[in-house]
């Protein structure tokens, strides 16, 4: 075994240019399967990572209310009050679609105008920078107060400081700036932006939309782990109610990223498999070689089957010639595969790690592919006959 | 141990060749004893080659049986024969037949390494085989860095490692000048007197004549055997 080792060194040395050539396929492949799996769950993890920070507790509610069949807020609370230990926080949020917000004469065009509850800001996971958030009592008392987003207090007050106590008029009726929040995005922060938002009580958004409907809603569940009882028995209300499942939707991050996650596989093993097909290809190469190499060296076999080798020992040699030669030529593609994927990565701002699985498939699919593709030559090496071997020149 | 050590009884081996039947061998029966030196002699296409590839267990016979030391080769198998090569036969080629990437040292190994014997005796059995032809130092060079002359003492070497009981020699002095030829029968006749069974296969009269006795083949069969001298003068060569 030891021996057939060296031979199979001693072999792949002597025809250096060959047997690179040949591992230079086995390089590409596993490469390419390095490179395509590392990269795409390094991207696919981001937007999963992406998700995560929106909140995996995050579970909103879309309705299409009716004056015949509508949900309201109070329906709401009285679900949390149905499942205290499932819900953390809960917040109405009512878009004012055709309100007009003015700052002195400055009109602003693209703020969204949104009618929240003081839960809000936990949800979003935000944080204030200036004054307060929204409170309970502004909620109940329907006070014309409102939070806004930082973009709005530095384009037309100059900054959260000056905002602050000062003015919005929203439909020509004035709101106090209570507090404004911190900047979410400095890569977004322009006109209709992450920060360019305007939050007021939503029993005061309610009023101020012609129809006072509630249509969405957006709560943090207590743990992911409830996710699905959440959304159950969501739709399950929501079912009596509207008695037709296009007139309303629960959507829980959680089963999104749960969704995200089994499409990462899929998209990770296709993509495997596309690259698989070059490691295919190079295993034909392989064989190709050991074919090669068998008629070259007939008179070799020859001279060591008449000295009493059996077929196995043959056979052994050249199956161990050809997995030597795919397992040095893995390795290489490993190396090679994980370089790539760290400067590809870098060059892609993805964090893209060579993946461990990526990394031992690809390792054994090399040494498979070697001892696969050399059994056929091995074993054309083992039954040659020693009289015609030791006849050829 | 009154057996022959090589016992061929109505062997014949034909080949087909297109609608032809060649009788390569054709009923041959020959015993050869231990201890013997043996030329079989004959022409190219005498069939004398496939002789030898029977006695070297390197072939079965179409029909007919083939002892060597008591076993009956002509039902074994691939792996069998390998064997009973490996451990009964030391094989001198007219080409040398050595591994031009092996050291001198690792192609006398080769048939103790099929033996299954371990690296360390493998080791000593070969440089003591080595010693045997006068190459001892030059263990570690490569084939091509010797004469012709030289490679064929290796390739003697080697045939000599395992022991066997029987050394078949192919034509041993082929590839050979004539002074150098001499010195390879004149080695193989020293084995010879230390008691080794040597059978050599040969086209030319006067190398037959360097063993005791000679075998003539001619279209697949026997046409004499008998001792050196009978041979002489049967076929008026001078001796």
């Known amino acids: 075994m030891l021996q057939s080792f060296k031979l199979a060194i001693k072999a792949i040395l002597s025809n250096k240019i ?54 309201d807020d109070d329906d709401m609370y009285k679900f949390w009050d149905e499942h205290p230990t499932w819900i953390d926080s809960l917040s109405p949020t009512v878009t004012l679609s055709s309100a007009i917000a003015k700052s002195g004469s400055d009109n602003l065009d693209s703020t969204t105008i949104t009618g929240v509850s003081e839960d809000y800001l936990d949800i979003m996971k935000y944080k204030v920078e200036e004054g307060r958030n929204l409170v309970y009592a502004d909620v109940a008392g329907r006070s014309s107060v409102c939070v806004i987003g930082s973009y709005v207090a530095n384009t037309f007050y100059g900054s959260a400081e000056k905002a602050y106590e000062d003015t919005i008029k929203i439909n020509g009726k004035p709101f106090t700036i209570v507090g404004v929040i911190e900047t979410q995005d400095e890569d977004n922060f322009e006109e209709g932006g992450t920060d360019d ?140 595969g994980a370089f790539a994927t760290k400067s590809i990565g870098a060059v892609m701002d993805i964090k893209a790690n060579p993946t461990v699985w ?11 592919i070697g001892l696969i593709f050399g059994y056929l030559p091995a074993k054309n090496a083992a039954r040659l006959n020693p009289i015609d071997a030791l006849r050829v020149d | 141990m009154s057996d022959p050590l090589i016992d061929i009884r109505n062997e014949y081996k034909i080949y087909i060749m297109g609608n032809e039947q060649v009788y390569a061998n054709d009923n041959i029966n020959l015993k050869i004893d231990r201890g013997e030196f043996v030329s079989i002699v004959g022409k190219s296409g005498s069939g004398k080659s496939t002789l030898m590839n029977i006695i070297g267990a390197l072939d079965k016979p179409t029909s007919g049986k083939y002892f060597l030391n008591g076993r009956d080769t002509s039902t074994m198998s691939d792996d069998e024969l390998a064997d009973i090569r490996n451990k009964t036969i030391g094989f001198i080629f007219q080409q040398y037949n050595l591994l031009p990437k092996l050291t001198l040292l690792e192609n006398v190994e080769l048939p103790l390494l099929y033996a299954g014997i371990k690296v360390k005796e493998r080791r000593i059995k070969a440089l003591e085989s080595l010693s045997k032809v006068g190459l001892k130092e030059k263990y570690n060079q490569y084939p091509n860095q010797l004469s012709g002359g030289q490679q064929q003492r290796v390739s003697i070497a080697r045939a000599l490692a395992g022991s066997p009981s029987l050394l078949l020699a192919d034509e041993p002095t082929g590839a050979l000048d004539s002074k150098t030829s001499g010195d390879v029968l004149n080695f193989l006749k020293k084995l010879h007197s230390e ?45």
Not at chain 1, 43 to 58: A, I, L, P, R, T
Request: hydrophobic share 50%; proline share 0%.
């Open chain 1, 197 to 336: 938002f305007i939050w007021i009580p939503y029993t005061v958004a309610t009023k101020m939309n012609r129809n006072g409907f509630i249509n969405n809603f957006v709560m943090n569940s207590t743990d992911t782990l409830y996710t699905e009882e959440i959304t159950e028995a969501l739709e399950e209300k929501l079912s009596n109610v509207f008695k037709n499942d296009r007139l309303y939707n629960v959507m829980a991050n959680s089963s999104i990223i749960k969704q995200l996650n089994q499409s990462i596989g899929t998209l990770t093993a296709m993509l495997a498999g596309i690259a698989g097909i070059s490691l295919l290809v190079a295993g034909i190469g392989v064989m190709n070689i050991m074919l090669v190499s068998v008629t070259e060296r007939t008179r070799e076999i020859g001279i060591r089957k008449a000295l009493g080798a059996r077929q196995g020992v043959i056979m052994q040699q050249f199956v161990i010639e050809a997995a030597v030669t795919s397992t040095i030529g893995g390795v290489f593609g490993i190396a090679i």
């Open chain 2, 195 to 239: 008691g080794n069974t040597i059978v050599m296969i040969t086209h030319d009269n006067a190398i037959a004549l360097e063993a005791k006795r000679v075998v003539r083949i001619h279209d697949g069969k026997i046409i004499f055997d008998g001792d050196t001298e009978s041979y002489a003068t049967e076929f008026q060569i001078s001796h």
């Open chain 1, 18 to 71: 060959r047997s690179a050539l040949t591992m230079l396929g086995i390089i590409i492949g596993v490469a390419a399967v390095i490179i395509l799996v590392s990269i795409v769950s390094g991207y696919m993890g981001q937007m999963v990572e992406q998700f995560e920070e929106m909140g995996v507790n995050k579970i909103t509610i879309f309705c299409r209310n009716m004056n015949t069949r509508h949900i």
């Open chain 1, 358 to 368: 990526a990394v031992l498939l690809s390792f054994g699919v090399s040494v498979a």
